[in-house]
DNA sequence: GCAGTTTAGTTGAAGCGTCAAGCATCGAGG
DNA sequence: CCTCGATGCTTGACGCTTCAACTAAACTGC
């Protein structure tokens, strides 16, 4: 099918501008992006992992690279003393806002300006359905 | 947007069905695949790259992969002495075979079985519509 | 309270993709 | 022919993801 070939090849094409931008790659940048749309810009190691499909030690990983770098900070959650906290820096902070509108004309290239009005309604339409099998718990966009 | 959720979920899925299956990663199976349908279930290189999307190097080490575990054969291409041509073997044409309706199952079932007929043909042409400018020489999908 | 289990997260080793470099062959120009 | 650039592919090193193993803290039942 067609769209399996669209699958494959649209993560490669928001990668790649992501990187040239901010040098951080797609899933760097949801990670940053989620953080940014929480109170606080904090949440928990968990509730991150669940919101970017990342598992826990990947997460792990990645946050500790983007601490490295200074875009995120972790601090012990003290209601849960097994958890973590993971902020954005003020630095990661800028990074967002300086990326998140090149990276929505990316998406909007690629995709929006491709499709008609009625196009989109029926992709979205078409979307929610594929995610009620792919995303059960509709983890990945928890009612926001 | 949704759609989004899906591209990122979905290969995930294609993937762990296969590796259960098969013990062969998305692209693996899809590089077989591609060859399985080539003339004498024969590809160079440079083609089977094209098709699948992938660079050379990645090809040239799955293959590599792929010729270790007996499913693919390397050899000269007589006519262009730089150029390696990749077969399957009969082990990796059994293999093609008996993984394909699991493959084709899973697929229909996240994809296929959640919409209407209408909406797979919603999704055909909007996917025709994305890989106008994601694949502009058709590289993924030649008319076969 | 205290053993057993569950939850939260980190770490290190192993495998795959990418990138830069390399080698061989082909083809075009003089 | 012979050189020079282009083409076809391979290789090795590095980075990221995954998996299994581990630590630590929190519940649970007795």
Redesign the interface.
């Known amino acids: 099918?067609?769209?399996?070939?669209?699958?494959?090849?649209?993560?490669?094409?928001l990668d790649s501008q992501l990187q040239r931008d901010a040098d951080v790659s797609h899933f760097e940048y949801y990670v940053l992006a989620m953080l940014s749309e929480a109170p606080n810009a904090t949440l928990r190691m968990t509730a991150l992992s669940l919101k970017t499909?990342a598992t826990l030690p990947r997460l792990s990983h990645v946050i500790k690279r983007l601490e490295s770098r200074g875009l995120v900070r972790r601090a012990p959650c003290p209601e849960d003393r097994r958890a973590t906290n993971a902020s954005l820096t003020e630095e990661g902070i800028v990074l967002v806002v300086a990326t998140a509108p090149g990276h929505v004309r990316t998406?909007r290239?690629?995709?929006i300006n491709?499709?008609t009005e009625e196009?989109i309604g029926?992709?979205?339409?078409?979307?929610?359905?594929?995610?009620?099998?792919?995303?059960p718990d509709n983890r990945?966009?928890p009612p926001a």
Chains 1, 2 share one sequence.
């Open positions: 099918m067609r769209f399996v070939a669209v699958v494959e090849l649209l993560p490669g094409v499909n998406v290239e690629n995709v491709r499709l196009q029926q992709l979205d339409a078409i979307s929610d359905q594929l995610l009620r099998r792919l995303d990945m966009n």
